[in-house]
């Protein structure tokens, strides 16, 4: 399997495992009595299910853009100074400004 192909597996894992950490959290909490709601109403197993599923989406998709994000190369640090030649390296102007 491709490496990119595993990382997003992984990482959607995740993303899903934090959305039932969530949504237990939710329940548990009793957030605006959610508790109260899924227990007490007729579809309230497929509510809780709804909420995984859809937290799932956007946690999982935070997570791979998190980590893919996180492939980047970080800039060489052996180097001391500027990167910039000489002559193309900034330097302070002096301006000077008119009082009325």
């Known amino acids: ?9 992984h990482h959607v894992a995740i993303g899903f495992a934090l ?4 949504t237990a959290l939710l329940l548990w ?11 007490h109403a007729r579809g309230g197993a497929m509510a809780v299910l709804m909420l995984v599923v859809f937290n799932g989406i956007v946690f999982s998709g935070v997570q791979f ?4 994000m996180r492939l ?11 990167s910039l030649p ?12 008119r009082h009325r």
Request: hydrophobic share 50%.
């Open 1 to 9: 399997m491709p490496r990119l192909v595993r990382l997003y597996i």
């Open 19 to 22: 959305a039932a950490l969530f």
């Open 29 to 39: 909490l009793n957030v605006a009595n959610l508790w109260h709601l899924v227990t």
């Open 65 to 68: 853009g998190i980590a893919v």
């Open 72 to 82: 980047a190369e970080d800039p060489p640090q052996d180097r001391p100074g500027p």
């Open 86 to 97: 000489a002559g193309l390296r900034p330097r302070l102007a002096t301006v000077r400004a």
